[in-house]
Structures are given as C-alpha cells and as structure tokens.
C-alpha cells in the first residue's frame, strides 16, 4: 500500500522567510496530492493540491512542486506570517482506490515575529 | 455552504465502555470518510462510504468499531467496548462523490476522545 514520509516534524521560521516542507510516497501510481494546513483544535483544511500531470502549481505566497521520478512533492510557503503558525500535512492519493488519501506524519511549522 | 458537522465534539468515557458519534456531510457530498487522529500524528482512514454502501473499511478494527450510513446522508461511528489506545481525534470528512476525478475532501471539526 502506499505510505507517506514528511519532513522535518517541526520548523522554525522568522517571519519573512521562507518555509520548505517535503513529502516522499510508495507508490508510483499516485497521481493527486494536496496539503492540508490545521490549526490547533480545528479542522484540517485544504490549502493546495497538485495532480501528477503537473509539476508545479501557485497559489500566491503557497507553491507546491512535484517530481514523479523521484516520487516526492513540497510545499512551499513564502514570506511567512505568523498566522502561517500551524501544522501541515501532505497526503497522497490513488483515484482507482476510491479517493483513498494517506497522510504524512506532519510538520509543526512556527513562525516567529 | 454549510460545513461537515459533527457531534459531540468532546467526550471522555471510561475504557471498556461504548460511544458513538455522529456525521452529518455537506449537502450533495455522495463520499463520506471517518478518520482515526492520533496525537502527533496525520488522520489515518478507518470507513469510506460511497451514499450508503462501503467502499473501504480495511482498516477498520471490526471487533471493537462499526460504522453506518444507512439512507446515505448522517453516518454514526461506534466503538464498543473502548480501549486506550482509542483516545483520539475522530474526524469525518466528505467529497462530491463523482468517482470520476481526485476530490478535494472537507473535513469537521472532529469529536475528541478520551479513554480513561
């Protein structure tokens, strides 16, 4: 089955700076990957996704890329804010197992003001 | 757009003892997960139901958890008798259901367990 690694479980920015996480997955036929961002003791909720015919997508300051050879996809944050403060998952999906999306591990991402 | 409901957000119970909770989706959504999270950890899939049929509950532990969603729309998750290691965050999520294309999936505000 597929399995997700994310990296680093936790990170500290100053504000302004740039934020970088990254995901790696099993299987090569994955083909959707979005991002969650959740906020202490709310819901998770979509930030970004990426489909594997792409490799790279914007979405102002929030970027992802995907590499498909080396089966992993990041998330990029810019100009960080302190509202950014939240943990963020990546997850990673097969449309013929019915939607199924597995989940990183998380990142705890801080940013200091 | 009203959001995935769901109820009760909080309930603490001693182990061996059952619970269930309850998932309302948005309107119109055919797709409905509940998502097992753990402290420190990312949701993990327990039940898919695609209206009210089952699409995958390989990972659901059948001797304890049970789930319906028997007219397709509110779904109830239950455990019965509790552990410890039942302690968690119990999300529900739904999606469109078009089987067609990767869908966003919109989650609730989750219900908070806690075993003692």
């Known amino acids: 089955g597929e399995n997700v690694e994310q990296h680093p479980s936790t990170l500290s920015v100053q504000e302004g700076d740039s934020a970088v996480i990254k995901c790696t997955y099993s299987d090569s036929a994955s083909n959707y990957f979005p991002w969650y961002k959740q906020e202490l003791g709310k819901r998770p909720q979509l930030i970004i996704d990426i489909r594997s015919n792409v490799g790279e997508k914007k979405d102002q300051r929030i970027a992802v890329t995907l590499n498909k050879t080396a089966k992993h996809f990041s998330l990029h944050i810019t100009e960080t804010q302190p509202e950014d403060s939240a943990v963020y998952f990546c997850a990673a999906n097969r449309m013929e197992y019915g939607n199924k999306l597995v989940f990183g591990a998380g990142t705890i991402l801080r940013v200091k003001s | 757009e009203a959001g995935v409901a769901q109820s009760p957000r909080y309930k603490i119970i001693e182990k061996r003892q059952s619970v269930a909770f309850w998932c309302n989706p948005i309107s119109g959504h055919a797709t409905l997960y509940w998502y097992q999270q753990i402290l420190g950890q990312g949701p993990k899939l327990l039940i898919q139901f695609q209206n009210n049929g089952v699409v995958d509950d390989s990972q659901l532990p059948k001797d304890r958890f049970s789930a319906e969603r028997l007219k397709g729309v509110d779904s109830t998750l239950k455990i019965q008798p509790a552990k410890l290691e039942d302690s968690a965050v119990y999300l529900c999520?739904?999606?469109?259901?078009?089987?067609?294309?990767?869908?966003?999936?919109?989650f609730g505000p989750g219900t908070r367990l806690l075993v003692l």
């Open positions: 999520a739904s999606s469109l259901g078009s089987g067609h294309q990767q869908e966003t999936q919109y």
